[in-house]
Structure formats: C-alpha cells, structure tokens
C-alpha cells in the first residue's frame, strides 16, 4: 500500500513568491493535517480536515497561508508571499481509524522549503 | 515554553552502549507516542502507551508511561548505528484529537 506522498520534495524560493505543496494522503484515510516542523523541533500542527471540511486551522497563519482539500482526498497548502521565515519542512499526514478504533497518523517525506 | 519537554536534545554514543530519552511534561495526557524520524522523512510511529504505568517493548527498546500520565520514557539496550535518528515523544491530551509533539531527541550511535 502506498503511503503519504508529498511533492516538491524540495523547494527554493525568493522572498515573497508565492508556494504551493501537494499531498496525497493514504487511500480510505478521512483526515488530513498539515504540519510544519522547524529546524531542532517536533511538528507543530498547522491545519486539520476531516473529508473536505477544514474542522482546525487555528494554527494557521491565514494573512499569508491557505489550503484546500476540494474532493475530500488530495490537498494543497499555499503560502503567498513566503517571507524568510517560513523556511521548514511542511509535512503532511493522514489517519483512518483501524479496527481497534485507532486513529494511528501515517507521515508523508515532507516538503524542504527554503525561502532566500 | 514548550509542553513536552525531551532530555538530552543531543545525544551521542558508541555502539553496544545503552541509554535513556525522557519526556516530560506539567499536563496529563490520554495517551502517547513516540516516533522515530530519519533525514528527510517524515516521523515514523514506534509505540502508542496508553495506561499509567504501562511498559511496551520494542525488541531492544523499553517504552515506559509515567504513573500520572505526565511523563515517559524510552530506553534503547545495545544501542546500534541503525538506531540513529531524531526520536519525537507526541502527547494526545484527553478529549482531543490533537497530538503535541515535543522537541525531539537526536541520537548518533557510532560504529
């Protein structure tokens, strides 16, 4: 079964340029979030979705940040404009409960992104 | 300040040797996991301990959840080179679906 995949797995930008990362989450998984994880730190969760409705975007920026996740599968995360700052790795996960009742998150490679 | 503190942030060490990461944290939570991450990967799921008190092993890696539910940790037996990578403790506090990630330990066992 194929896992989280995110793509760029790189990206170098120039100050105010706008972004955009995809992921693609694991088959059957409902929920979605995006996370970035700075240099040295765990992730921090930026925006969840169950299906298409975004149910948390507290943690994200929305003056410069914006996601989507039209059909209820694949998902965009944009940034516009990038500053310095945003330079990390956007990682993306999803979960589907299992049997148990789990909801086990399965992470996608993430995206470099460095801003100049 | 961050909710889940892990000690040591740097750790390095000779093959064979065995060590200790802690977790710590002033809140309680329901459940916790921790993760390994490699170079250019995203965090991979080790073990999810859910009770007080619970011990989980691992082949050579003890997991250990505090009494109070505040706390863990993970202790590594003979440490190896392929254990090298950053391990992440993650809390799920009680009612919520939201994982708080701590800061990350990064483990070096050299050859």
């Known amino acids: 079964e194929a896992g989280v995949v995110q793509s760029p797995r790189y990206k170098i930008i120039e100050k105010k340029q706008p972004v955009a990362f995809w992921c693609n989450p694991i088959s059957g998984h409902n929920t979605l979030y995006w996370y970035l994880q700075n240099l040295g730190q765990g992730p921090e969760l930026l925006i969840r979705?169950?299906?298409?409705?975004?149910?948390?975007d507290s943690q994200l920026p929305k003056d410069r940040f914006s996601a989507e996740r039209l059909k209820g599968v694949d998902s965009t995360l944009k940034i516009q404009p990038a500053e310095l700052g945003d330079s990390a790795v956007y990682l993306c996960?999803?979960?589907?409960?299992?049997?148990?009742?789990?909801?086990?998150?399965?992470f996608g490679p993430g995206t470099r992104l460095t801003v100049l | 300040t961050q909710l889940l503190e892990q000690s040591p942030q740097f750790l390095s060490i000779q093959e064979g040797e065995n060590l200790t990461v802690y977790c710590n944290s002033s809140s309680v939570f329901s459940s916790l996991q921790w993760y390994r991450q490699e170079p250019g990967e995203g965090p991979v799921l080790l073990v999810t301990v859910v009770t007080g008190g619970e011990v989980k092993k691992l082949k050579r890696l003890t997991f250990q959840f505090g009494d109070a539910r505040k706390d863990s940790s993970l202790h590594i037996t003979a440490a190896q080179p392929g254990d090298t990578g950053l391990y992440l403790c993650a809390g799920l506090m009680d009612s919520s679906y939201k994982l708080i990630f701590g800061s990350g330990t990064r483990l070096l066992v050299r050859p």
């Open positions: 996960a999803s979960s589907g409960a299992d049997r148990l009742g789990h909801n086990e998150q399965f």
């Open positions: 979705y169950e299906n298409e409705e975004a149910v948390d």
